[in-house]
């Protein structure tokens, strides 16, 4: 399985900008989809980003027209830009592949927290937006 890790995270003020990194490494398959998720304190984990390997990206309206996610096949590296952050961007971003069968690249951002086990995690960025 596809080995990811996170990075780029960190505090920063009301309106900043951050750019997190997804490197990964392993055994992988084409054509993939990956994604990245959040997750703050006492919340479900919600995705905020999918990219899958033609380079098409799907965001839920939360943070459309703010966040953008792009991809490096050469480097095997997924990246989120975030502009415009606000408080309630703060918790812990994590990257994810979907498994080779998940169907549908878009639908990845609403996957169950049932089938979490099923595909690729890295360990998460912590991201902090202070007002």
């Known amino acids: 399985q596809v080995q990811l890790e996170e990075s780029g995270g960190g505090s920063v003020q009301y309106g900043g900008s951050l750019r997190l990194s997804c490197a990964a490494s392993?055994?992988?398959?084409?054509?993939?989809?990956m994604a990245w998720f959040r997750q703050a304190p006492g919340k479900e984990r919600e995705g905020v980003a999918t990219?899958?390997?033609?380079?098409?990206?799907y965001y839920p309206d939360s943070v459309k027209g703010r966040f953008t996610a792009s991809l490096d096949n050469a480097k095997n590296t997924l990246y989120l830009q975030m502009n415009s952050l606000k408080p309630e961007d703060s918790g812990m971003y994590y990257c994810?592949?979907?498994?080779?069968?998940?169907?549908?690249?878009?639908?990845?951002?609403?996957?169950?927290?049932?089938?979490?086990?099923?595909?690729?995690w890295g360990k998460g960025t912590l991201v902090s937006i202070s007002s």
């Open positions: 994810a592949e979907a498994s080779a069968d998940w169907p549908n690249c878009r639908n990845f951002l609403l996957v169950d927290k049932r089938d979490y086990g099923r595909h690729a």
């Open positions: 392993g055994p992988r398959y084409t054509p993939y989809c």
């Open positions: 990219v899958d390997s033609d380079g098409n990206t």
